[in-house]
């Protein structure tokens, strides 16, 4: 079981694929700020918790069905690869050498905004395990685990 995010959306502009997750997140590629919002963040927090309940950030299969799919699967990579090393308080180190060393072709405008989405997924990953009860006993041994 994996948790997907179906959506997709296109800048107006220029018809580059990204998602405006919060106020002020221009397209990455013309940097035009469009009216459209949507929650990302959370959801893909969600996702990302709910695999780890079998150990990993990274699911056992995924197939994409939407943008979001696409890029959660990215992000999933990042945090499991921070997960394994030895950086453990140090997670921008590591989504900026993995966004370093994908080839991102003509996509290369992608990189940071991927960058900053992961950054942003993991803050919201630290939040919801520093709650109470927020979260199953398991993610929480992961986590400490992880630590
Ligand atoms: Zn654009």
Not at 51 to 58: D, R, V, W
Request: proline share 4%.
């Amino acid at each position: 079981m994996t948790k997907h995010i179906t959506y997709d959306h296109k800048c107006s502009g220029c018809q580059a694929l990204y998602i405006p997750y919060d106020d002020r997140i221009p397209c990455p590629k013309c940097g035009m700020i469009e009216k459209d919002r949507f929650d990302f963040i959370p959801q893909a927090a969600e996702s990302a918790l709910f695999n780890l309940k079998n150990g990993s950030f990274e699911p056992m299969g995924w197939w994409v069905s939407s943008y979001a799919d696409h890029l959660l699967i990215i992000i999933f990579s990042i945090l499991e690869e921070h997960r394994k090393s030895n950086e453990s308080g140090n997670f921008t180190s590591v989504a900026r050498a993995f966004v370093d060393k994908l080839d991102w072709k003509d996509q290369e405008y992608s990189k940071e905004y991927v960058y900053n989405i992961v950054c942003r997924v993991y803050e919201e990953i630290q939040k919801k395990l520093s709650e109470p009860d927020s979260q199953s006993t398991i993610v929480k041994k992961w986590w400490q685990f992880w630590k």
